[in-house]
Structure formats: C-alpha cells, structure tokens
C-alpha cells in the first residue's frame, strides 16, 4: 500500500536571490533601439545589477530624448558605430524594429560585444541560423529578453516550487498572454509581418520559452498551431490571435493562446496566467492582475496533497536574471541561460509561426 507524507507539500515560501551586483565600470552598456518599451525594463534591470549605461543611439530623436529623462547620464551616440567603436562597451542592449534585431547583434558581436536584445530576437529562421553560427565563432553571448518569466516574481517562485518537487513532475504547462492592442498608438511596422514577424514570432515566443524552463525539455514538436486577424481587416497582415500546441522531447505538453483583445475594462494591459501541471499538484501563476481582488498581481496558487495556497509575491523574490546576465558579460559564461535554451525558445516560436502560416494559406485557397 503506498503512503505519503503530506508535510512534504507544506511550508513553502519564496525566497530572494542573493545574487551580487557586478563591481562598477566592469560592464559598460550601449543601447541601439528604442522602438520597443521593453528597452526600458531591460536597462532598469542591468542598472540595478551593477551595469552602466554609457550611449544610447535611435534614429528618433525624441525617443532618444525621453530614454534620457529616465537614464539622464547616457550620452546620445551620433550612430550606432559610434557605440560599436567605443573599446570600452562590452554589452549592447536593443529594442529595435523585431525585423532589425539580429542585424545589429551581428554586429555588436563582429566588435566583440556581449547582445542583449528584446523579444522576439529574429523574424526568420535565416536570422536565426546566422545567429548561431556567429555566436559559435566568437564565444559571445546572444541574451534575449523572455520578460513574461524574466521579470515576474512569480514565475520566479514558480521555478523555486519546481525544483523543491512541490507539484512532483511536470506534465504540462498551459499559458494564456492576452495583451492590449492600442493600435492608434502602434507604429505602422507593428502591422506588416515582415517587420513584426507575426503574433507567435512576438508574444508567443513569451509562453513556449516558459513551457521549456519549468518542463525542462531541451527541444520540442509543434503538433499544431493557427493565427487568425478577427478585428482589423484594414490591416491583412496582422494576427491578433494566435495558439500552438506542442510536445517536448521529454513527453511534456504545452498548449498556448495569445491575443491582442484585452478589453478597456481590464486595469491591466493583460490578464496573463500561466498553470503548471505537476504529478503531485498544480500551480496557477496570475501575473500582472487577479481580477475583482484589487491586485496588481504577482499572486500564485498552489495546489498540492499539503492543501491549497494563495502567495503574493510582489518584492519576494527579485529579478535574479540581470544580475546573473551581468555577471556572465563579465566571466564570459552562461549561468542566466543557455544560448541552447535561448536560441531553442527563438527557433520553436518561428516553427510555430511557420506552421500557421502555412496553414492559413491553404484555407484561404481552398475558399
């Protein structure tokens, strides 16, 4: 007769990494791109982590301007060489057009600088390869921006409950990334596919890079995946629905949905949630908002055979993974993530797009 104890499923409580910031002047930070507002989060990040930001170069000149009231000791670079050709800059951060953003880590690790970019890091599977090959001939690092578990304490926690075998193995990850669209205020790329690359390109790389981190799968088959434009039909290139279905090398499943139809109502720009199913329990992570509970999120339920849980997670746990990224640009290794699992996360994303894509097309010619 099988027996457990249930006090191995009780008292667990997030905990705060105790990474160290990276001395002063060893990280030097250029920032090519502001298209994105993500550049802000990114820096605010490696600033808290040790990192200074010396440049920042976009052909916007008020974009730039606003970039400087927040980081008012960055210098305006004339162009992106000018960053480039400063010796002392070991680490470029880029929120640029998505189309653009492997081009300028090209380049940043052709002068021998670490990258940082924002999702999603490529449009195309040729961006990607080129990517790989030049990280593999100059030993740089290729860091993307997964924000949606990067920079959310309980995705965070999330991790500390995995591994302290809190819900046992897991058997599938289901996420649901709603965003707000606001399209009077998008620029005109953000609506041509060549530029954007499509919705699972973009956000959906969010949820299949989570579903590869908490499963631990190393690579992953697309079983199925769709797009469709149900709202803005002025814009024939745009998606602004998008779901995937896949299985991981290790038996794990994932089924995603992402939308750009979060209502006005909503007091968030999204009502992210990410449910992590385990043999012995299960989590629910509400990100950004738990809704009619006047949270600003960060909330995580915790079901396993100790009992039920809520936690709020805000300020529990930090954001390790600048500090870890820093610490990397300086010993020159990969401790924050894997350029595997990085590049893994890009290239399943465009797989998926790429089978959507393929998919829309024959309906559109069997009508």
């Known amino acids: 007769m099988l027996t457990f104890n249930p006090t191995h499923y009780i008292n667990f409580e997030p905990k705060h990494h105790k990474e160290v910031p990276v001395s002063q002047n060893k990280v030097l930070m250029g920032v090519a791109g502001l298209e994105h507002g993500h550049i802000y989060a990114m820096c605010h ?13 976009d052909e916007d000149a008020d974009k730039v301007k606003a970039f400087q009231k927040v980081f008012p000791e960055v210098k305006e670079a004339k162009s992106y060489f000018q960053i480039l050709e400063d010796k002392s800059v070991n680490l470029i951060a880029c929120a640029s057009v998505p189309s653009k953003r492997c081009e300028i ?4 690790l052709d002068y021998g600088k670490h990258y940082f970019s924002a999702k999603a890091p490529f449009t195309t599977l040729g961006q990607l390869k080129a990517a790989e090959k030049k990280v593999r001939e100059t030993g740089l690092n ?32 289901l996420g649901m990334g709603p965003h707000r669209l606001n399209a009077d205020q998008r620029p005109e ?36 995946s769709s797009v469709q434009n149900k709202s803005l039909p002025q814009f024939p290139e745009f998606e602004d629905y998008g779901d995937a279905h896949l299985i991981g090398d290790n038996g794990s499943v994932h089924y995603f949905r992402i939308d750009w139809f979060t209502p006005e109502g909503l007091s968030n720009w999204g009502d992210g949630r990410t449910f992590i199913l385990g043999t012995d329990g299960y989590i629910e992570l509400r990100k950004y908002v738990d809704i009619t509970e006047q949270s600003t999120g960060e909330r995580l339920y915790l079901v396993n055979h100790g009992g039920e849980r809520r936690y709020d997670v805000k300020g529990k746990t930090g954001f390790p993974y600048f500090y870890r990224l820093a610490h990397d640009v300086v010993h020159h290794t990969s401790t924050t993530m894997s350029q595997r699992h990085t590049f893994k996360a890009a290239e399943l994303s465009l797989l998926a797009q790429q089978k959507a894509d393929q998919c829309c097309y024959k309906e559109e010619e069997s009508r």
């Open 45 to 57: 990040g490696m600033k808290e982590a040790g990192v200074s930001i010396r440049w920042v170069f």
């Open 105 to 108: 880590g090209l380049q940043a």
């Open 142 to 173: 290729w860091a993307v921006f997964y924000s949606e578990r990067l920079q959310v304490e309980s995705a965070n926690f999330a991790e500390q409950l995995i591994d302290q075998g809190a819900i046992g193995d897991v058997v599938q990850v």
């Open 189 to 224: 790329w953000f609506f041509w596919k060549e530029t954007y690359g499509g919705i699972i390109c973009d956000i959906g790389s969010h949820q299949i890079e989570q579903f590869l981190w908490f499963t631990g799968a190393k690579d992953a088959t697309i079983l199925s």
